[in-house]
């Protein structure tokens, strides 16, 4: 029995599972204390910070992620130490090239940056954007070799580290977003510096990048770096609409509380993500593309039936997630904008329901080495979404309608992307639902049978 427990704990999609659970929690945490220690206005810019650095970091680490993932599946060792070269010296490239950007922005537009919120994002994310490249491409590393042990490993330690700070700072310090931000960066350094020494972050290897490895990471980085960027937009278009409109940081601060909860329904889907985009890459790369069918169909039906208990759990609960993530303050209707955060809520659990499929179409799109296609899929979503935050803001002047949005924008997602994946798999989509039906009557099975034993 023991044995098994064990087999269950090292099991990839339970250590994935855990890697982003670890990283819910702390982040969850960290938000609520961080809402309930600074006023609406100041939160607003620390949310700004945040989800404008997530955002340069999907551009940066976009151009090779994805690529870096599927390549590292099905090379020998040799081949492998060129792949993880290249993968280091262009991510050390488009670091570069973002942070001269970014200081010649800052250097230009001082005013307009001050004044919409991003003067923290434009100051700080420079100096972390360098400290934390050894970080994030041990990361990636460690995902493509399904090392999920040492990935929950790191993520605990750098997203547990930064909580710590932050509960110490509401107990006892009240300090300043300069200082926060001053003792995130001396985390992230220490972090960084264990994936350096272990030689977790295959930066020493770039010696060996070659143009053919180049070559490759980019030609199919070319259109994931825009893939992720769109699907990054897809969440923070929302907040950079808000805040540029006459709304204000304020309202950026009550938008973010419920957009924020729905990484509660995010949490199973990274995680099964994380593990069935090396499988079917692998699969596709040996020629099986039976097997690459019958993983889209069990991964999206297992987390769709998942998604049902989600989003009713979100939707019921949904007065008491908003004030337990942001305090009493964030309930009720907002007298400047006419929010209501838990109205939102309520709107984002409906939209929930349609990311499995969603995500899974994108995933079989890019492991199938279709991501042209899966770039169409999310240029589409980001059009209709942009749109539909433009007329909601500025036109009706409604936040819920910005989360109505996110519903739409996921439609024609879902219908595009099952499109283009159905041309190149023939598909069944009912068998969606059945291989997830299966999915869970297997798990019961075996389970019955090893408490039965």
């Known amino acids: 029995m023991k044995t098994k427990i064990f ?38 810019q620390w949310v700004l910070y945040i989800s404008s650095g997530a ?30 070269g290249s993968n280091g010296l262009i991510g050390l490239i488009a670091t570069c090239g973002i942070v001269v950007i970014l200081l010649a922005c800052q250097f230009a537009f001082p005013g307009p940056i001050e004044r919409t919120g991003y003067a923290l994002f434009f100051t700080w994310y420079p100096l972390l954007a360098f400290i934390n490249l050894p970080l994030n491409t041990a990361l990636v590393i460690m995902q493509a070799d399904q090392k999920f042990g040492k990935l929950l490993l790191i993520k605990s330690l750098n997203s547990g580290g930064f909580f ?20 995130q960066v001396l985390l992230n350094v220490g972090t960084s510096a264990l ?10 290897h770039i010696a060996k990048a070659t143009k053919k490895t180049n070559k490759v990471l980019l030609d199919f980085g070319k259109y994931t770096t825009f893939t992720l960027i769109g699907t990054n937009l897809l969440r923070s278009a929302d907040t950079l609409i808000i805040s540029l409109s006459p709304l204000g940081t304020a309202a950026v601060a009550l938008y973010s509380i419920p957009l924020k909860l729905t990484e509660l329904q995010q949490i199973p889907l990274r995680s099964f993500v994380a593990t069935a985009f090396p499988k079917m890459s692998k699969a596709s790369v040996q020629g099986k593309i039976q097997e690459v069918k019958e993983l889209f169909y069990t991964y999206s039906g297992a987390m769709f ?34 929010a209501n955060a838990v109205t939102i809520m309520r709107i984002f659990s409906l939209y ?62 879902v219908w595009v992307g099952y499109h283009f994946i159905d041309k190149q798999l023939d598909l069944r989509f009912r068998s969606i639902f059945s291989s997830g039906f299966e ?13 039965s034993r």
Request: aromatic share 18%; charged share 15%; net charge positive.
């Open 55 to 84: 955002f340069v970091e999907m551009f940066r680490f976009g151009i090779t992620n994805t690529a870096i993932i599927r390549y590292l599946s099905g090379v020998d060792e040799k081949e492998r130490l060129h792949y993880i």
């Open 352 to 413: 929930g329901l349609l990311l499995p499929i969603d995500r899974m179409t994108g995933v079989a799109l890019d492991s199938i080495n279709k991501p042209g296609r899966n770039f169409l899929k999310v240029l589409y979503m980001v059009i209709a979404n942009v749109i539909g935050d433009l007329i909601a803001v500025f036109v009706f002047h409604s936040l819920e309608l910005v989360a109505v949005g996110s519903i739409l924008f996921t439609i024609i997602g």
């Open 164 to 183: 710590f700070i932050i509960l110490v700072n509401f107990l006892f310090f009240k300090m300043t977003l300069t200082q926060l931000i001053w003792a």
């Open 195 to 204: 994936c350096i020494i272990n030689g977790w972050d295959g930066l020493r």
């Open 439 to 451: 999915f869970y009557k297997t798990m019961y099975l075996k389970f019955v049978n090893s408490r």
């Open 7 to 44: 087999k269950i704990f090292r099991e990839a999609n339970f250590l994935s599972l855990a890697a982003n659970l670890s990283i819910a929690f702390f982040g969850f945490a960290g938000f609520a204390l961080l809402a309930r220690s600074f006023p609406i206005d100041l939160f607003g």
């Open 305 to 338: 039936y998942l998604f049902i208990f989600a989003s009713l759990t979100t939707f019921i609960f949904a007065e008491f997630f908003v004030q337990l993530l942001g305090g009493k303050q964030y309930l009720g209707t907002d007298p400047f904008t006419g």
